[in-house]
């Protein structure tokens, strides 16, 4: 148990380090990435925490993947190192297989997050400790890995004259569908994790196509539409998670009962480069 725990602490670092130093351009505002600030510190704090937890969460530590036979901490591990992975590749315009590389890191967070979770967890503050940074971190790499197949459909030719990928009723499709994800998580799960970050990235959009920065994004390609579904999104998405707070006692939430039913068993930024009509 001692190196998976140090196996932890170690490839952790290493996704800190290798994205710090890749990070050289960012698609979109600094307010919107700066969600990283909470993530990471979210993920720091589990990451402490997983060296001596108690013994109810230490269980839920070595659960076991059905399909990898891998307990959650070999699977942070990978899910950390995955990360690291994903940000050089996409820095250096790698689309396709970066894609790979993040459909895979999201794999192993749903799975980690079908452990640790608002109805596994035996209380907030082990919520809040253990759970939250991996329901933050998977919560945004959905919208990421949207962004990144964006960018992959750009460069085999789907983007307009102005070199933005996609469409603006494509993006706004994928607003609506992860917004939907957002309120499932907050008014059936209680995790406010997932959905306050759904409607921070979905804020960030609409800044996208309001706010005019043509380092990242060509004042042309700007849709009123796809910032009017974004805001309207975010916005419902806030409200439900206002109201998820007040279903904690009839949804299961911090009961400490088994995980997610049927959940999938199995960090890192948005990135540079390719206009998306899909991210801010």
């Not at 960012?26 to 013994?55: C, H, K, M, N």
């Not at 076991?64 to 820095?91: D, E, H, K, M, Q």
Request: charged fraction near 10%.
């Amino acid at each position: 148990m001692v190196v998976e725990q140090a196996a932890v602490v170690v490839s952790f670092v290493l996704s800190l380090v290798v994205n710090g130093l890749s990070s050289t351009g960012i698609l979109g505002d600094g307010l919107t990435f700066s969600i990283w600030a909470v993530i990471y510190t979210l993920e720091l704090i589990l990451v402490i925490r997983q060296i001596q937890p108690a013994d109810d969460m230490e269980a839920l530590l070595q659960r076991s993947c059905p399909l990898t036979g891998l307990s959650v901490r070999w699977r942070l591990v990978l899910a950390f190192l995955t990360n690291a992975i994903w940000l050089p590749v996409y820095v250096n315009l790698y689309f396709a297989v970066a894609l790979l590389i993040i459909v895979t890191y999201l794999v192993f967070l749903l799975s980690i997050f079908g452990d640790l979770n608002t109805i596994s967890a035996p209380g907030f503050c082990e919520w809040l400790t253990f759970c939250a940074g991996i329901s933050c971190n998977a919560s945004w790499v959905v919208v990421a890995t949207c962004a990144n197949a964006f960018t992959v459909a750009g460069a085999f030719g789907w983007k307009d004259e102005f070199g933005v990928a996609g469409t603006p009723f494509a993006a706004s499709v994928v607003a609506v569908v992860v917004a939907v994800i957002g309120i499932f998580m907050a008014v059936l799960r209680c995790d406010l994790a997932w959905s306050l970050v759904v409607s921070w990235a979905l804020a960030g959009l609409y800044r996208m196509h309001t706010v005019v920065n043509p380092e990242s994004f060509p004042e042309e390609a700007m849709s009123r539409h796809l910032a009017l579904v974004a805001i309207w999104c975010s916005g419902v998405v806030l409200l439900a998670s206002l109201f998820g707070t007040f279903l904690v006692s009839s949804n299961g939430a911090f009961s400490g009962n088994k995980g997610l039913p049927g959940a999938v068993p199995l960090s890192l930024p948005l990135a540079t480069n390719p206009r998306v009509a899909t991210v801010g």
